[in-house]
């Protein structure tokens, strides 16, 4: 029966996610809130079930969202950070909190380097003639570079006080607390 309940929560929490994730292929300016928003599925699925679930969850919203957003970039942020920050942040917080924070900055900023990437690929195929464009696309990516590391550093925090009132407040509220 347990394993039915964590099926049924996982298949509700992936739905969530792919709903998330939708509003913000829709509503463009909020991509990068749609990806961390549809993350905390994976927040709760990793702290209430844990083990293979949180990656099942990760997986379905990732292809799911793949296959049916009209907008990808949600969907690519969620691939790339979103989904799958949650998890490496509860193995990292096990660490020693200087090597959990080196940790999470070089998993941030792989991710980061990974999109810019991608970006200044799918760029240089549209401006392959402009050079002048592309020489202020290297400045702009430095500021994006620091301003997303900080950004970064609050989400990372912000992320740790939702959790907090999550476990201390919402399981109790929702009955959560034994139901697994």
Same mark, same amino acid.
């Given at each position: 029966?347990?394993?039915?309940k964590?099926?049924?929560?996982?298949?509700i *929490?992936s739905?969530?996610? #792919?709903?998330?994730?939708?509003t913000g292929?829709?509503?463009?300016?909020?991509?990068?809130s749609?990806?961390?928003i549809?993350?905390l599925?994976? #927040?709760v699925?990793?702290?209430?079930?844990?083990?293979?679930?949180p990656?099942?969850?990760?997986?379905t919203?990732?292809l #799911?969202?793949?296959?049916i957003?009209?907008?990808?970039?949600p969907?690519?942020f969620?691939?790339a950070?979103?989904?799958?920050?949650?998890?490496?942040?509860?193995?990292?917080?096990?660490?020693?909190?200087?090597?959990?924070?080196?940790?999470?900055?070089?998993?941030?900023?792989?991710? +980061?380097?990974? *999109?810019?990437?991608?970006? $200044?690929?799918? +760029?240089s195929?549209?401006?392959?003639?402009?050079?002048?464009e592309?020489?202020?696309?290297?400045?702009?990516?430095?500021?994006v570079? +620091?301003?997303?590391?900080?950004m970064?550093?609050?989400?990372? %925090?912000?992320?740790?006080? %939702? %959790?907090?009132?999550?476990?201390?407040?919402? $399981?109790? *509220?929702?009955?959560?607390?034994?139901?697994?």
């Amino acid at each position: 029966m347990k394993n039915t309940k964590k099926i049924a929560l996982s298949a509700i *929490l992936s739905a969530a996610g #792919v709903v998330v994730l939708l509003t913000g292929s829709f509503l463009q300016v909020l991509d990068l809130s749609a990806a961390a928003i549809a993350g905390l599925a994976v #927040v709760v699925a990793v702290i209430e079930m844990g083990g293979k679930y949180p990656v099942m969850i990760y997986i379905t919203v990732s292809l #799911v969202s793949m296959l049916i957003l009209p907008d990808k970039m949600p969907a690519v942020f969620f691939i790339a950070f979103g989904g799958i920050y949650p998890m490496l942040k509860a193995s990292f917080e096990k660490l020693h909190p200087a090597v959990s924070w080196v940790l999470k900055f070089s998993m941030f900023n792989a991710a +980061l380097l990974l *999109l810019i990437f991608f970006m $200044r690929l799918l +760029l240089s195929r549209e401006l392959f003639n402009l050079r002048e464009e592309l020489a202020f696309l290297e400045t702009f990516e430095i500021i994006v570079f +620091l301003l997303a590391n900080f950004m970064f550093l609050l989400y990372d %925090i912000v992320m740790t006080k %939702i %959790i907090m009132i999550y476990i201390l407040k919402a $399981r109790k *509220l929702l009955k959560l607390e034994n139901y697994f």
